[in-house]
T-cell receptor, first 116, second 111 residues
Framework: KNQVEQSPQSLIILEGKNCTLQ??????????LRWYKQDTGRGPVSLTI?????NTKSNGRYTATLDADTKQSSLHITASQLSDSASYIC???????????????FGTGTRLQVTL | EAGVAQSPRYKIIEKRQSVAFWCNPI?????LYWYQQILGQGPKLLIQ????????DSQLPKDRFSAERLKGVDSTLKIQPAKLEDSAVYLC?????????FGPGTRLTVT
C-alpha cells in the first residue's frame, strides 16, 4: 500500500531557530516528491519538487533533501519567521503509464508554529 | 496567470441536503483533481480528470458523490445527500506536467 508518513506531527519553535521535518514513503513506482506549505484556510502551495536523480533542492530558506534508496525526505527551514507557521505536507507522486497524469499520495502534514 | 478558482468559499448545510462546488482550473491545464481534506489530515484524492475523462475515482463515495468536467475545462462536485462526516475542506487542483496548483478550497460544514 502506498503511504507517506511525516514526523513530527506538530512542532513549536522560537523565531529565528532552524527546524527539520521528516517524511518517509513507500510509494512505488516513484516519480517525484513534493513539499507543500498550507496556511490555515488556504490551499497548499508548492515549495519544492524533486525527482529520483535529485537529492537536494532549495527555495529560499527552505531546503529539501531526498534519499531515494531509503525512501526518506526532509525539509529544513533556516532562520524561521512567524510567517512560516503553517502545515507542511509531503506528497509523493506515483509514476503511471505514458500520457496519464501521476497519482499523488499525501502525508498528514507537520503543523509548525513559530513563536516569539 | 490566474490561479485555480473555487466557489463558494464556505457552505453550511443540514445533513441529507445537497450541495455543489465549482472549480475553474488554470487555463490550459488538462488535469483536474478534487480532494477532500478533513481537519488535521492531508488531502485525500476523490477524483482525477484528464481533459473530460476520469482517470481515477477509486476513493469517491459514488453512492453520494458525483463529479463532472464537461468540455474539459471547469468542473463541479456534488454531494447528495450530505452526511455529518462530509464536513471538510474540498480542494480543487489542476496540473501541467509535474506541478500541481491548488485552489483556496470550499469549507463545508454539515450540521
Amino acid at each position: 500500500k502506498n503511504q507517506v508518513e511525516q514526523s513530527p506531527q506538530s512542532l513549536i519553535i522560537l523565531e529565528g531557530k532552524n527546524c527539520t521535518l521528516q517524511c518517509n514513503y513507500t510509494v512505488s513506482p516513484f516519480s517525484n516528491l513534493r513539499w507543500y506549505k498550507q496556511d490555515t484556510g488556504r490551499g497548499p502551495v508548492s515549495l519544492t519538487i524533486m525527482t529520483f536523480s535529485e537529492n537536494t533542492k532549495s527555495n529560499g530558506r527552505y531546503t529539501a533533501t531526498l534519499d531515494a534508496d531509503t525512501k526518506q525526505s526532509s525539509l529544513h527551514i533556516t532562520a524561521s519567521q512567524l510567517s512560516d507557521s503553517a502545515s507542511y505536507i509531503c506528497v509523493v507522486s506515483q509514476r503511471r503509464s505514458t500520457g496519464t497524469a501521476s497519482k499523488l499520495t499525501f502525508g498528514t502534514g507537520t503543523r509548525l508554529q513559530v513563536t516569539l | 496567470e490566474a490561479g485555480v478558482a473555487q466557489s463558494p468559499r464556505y457552505k453550511i448545510i443540514e445533513k441529507r441536503q445537497s450541495v455543489a462546488f465549482w472549480c475553474n482550473p488554470i487555463s490550459g491545464h488538462a488535469t483536474l483533481y478534487w480532494y477532500q481534506q478533513i481537519l488535521g489530515q492531508g488531502p485525500k484524492l476523490l477524483i482525477q480528470f484528464q481533459n473530460n475523462g476520469v482517470v481515477d475515482d477509486s476513493q469517491l463515495p459514488k453512492d453520494r458523490f458525483s463529479a463532472e468536467r464537461l468540455k474539459g475545462v471547469d468542473s463541479t462536485l456534488k454531494i447528495q445527500p450530505a452526511k455529518l462526516e462530509d464536513s471538510a475542506v474540498y480542494l480543487c487542483a489542476s496540473s501541467h506536467l509535474y506541478e500541481q496548483y491548488f485552489g483556496p478550497g470550499t469549507r463545508l460544514t454539515v450540521t
